[in-house]
């Protein structure tokens, strides 16, 4: 059985929407594209550089896929490379075109067919951006590990990670640090029920 992991960039408010530039996702009016920019250090991209030095496949929504595939295939640094290597595994409500290698469309039933991923012998299924994705993901319960860049900034607009329908789950804290310009890296794996309690 293999984990689905989760990697997104989020603002102290939760917001993911389009952290790496202006060009990324300007839907719904958004205009704080960049955002992740000015506080993207150095010990963020060893953060990255880390969680991305081991084998993994790549779930990706459909609009994740189409901006990485117009950017990494033609990129030669490091961070190039295992992404380009990985299986990718594309969630889409309508049929497309997968032109960067090892690209296969999930057909039918989406949340079946992440299951049978699951279930398979492999490496670490990692999510990269895939917001709406995200939502279907986190709704059935079948995201195992949340590894999290939390940046020192709020937005109060754009797409959060954590939407309508989240399933309710405890987490417990696998590794946690603050990179010198205030960005919180931070790995949470699943810990069961939520448990509640009374100061009463």
Request: glycine fraction near 12%; hydrophobic fraction near 40%.
């Amino acid at each position: 059985m293999r984990k689905v992991i989760v990697l997104s960039f989020i603002t102290v408010d939760g917001i993911m929407h389009a952290p790496g530039g202006p060009e990324e996702d300007a839907s719904g009016g958004f205009r704080f594209g960049g955002w992740s920019v000015p506080y993207f250090d150095e010990a963020v991209g060893n953060a990255m550089g880390e969680q991305m030095g081991k084998p993994f496949d790549l779930l990706l929504g459909r609009k994740t896929y189409e901006i990485f595939a117009g950017f990494w295939p033609h990129q030669t640094d490091p961070t190039a490379a295992p992404l380009n290597q990985a299986r990718k595994y594309v969630a889409s409500r309508k049929p497309m075109k997968l032109g960067w290698n090892n690209s296969t469309l999930l057909t039918g039933d989406v949340v079946e067919a992440v299951k049978k991923l699951k279930e398979e012998d492999g490496p670490e299924l990692q999510v990269h951006g895939s917001g709406d994705f995200i939502q279907t993901l986190l709704k059935n319960d079948l995201v195992d590990e949340l590894w999290l860049k939390i940046f020192p900034v709020t937005l109060g607009i754009g797409k959060r990670l954590f939407g309508e329908g989240t399933s309710p789950a405890a987490l417990k804290v696998r590794d946690s640090r603050t990179t010198p310009s205030g960005v919180v890296v931070v790995s949470y794996e699943r810990a069961g029920e939520v448990q509640t309690g009374s100061f009463a």
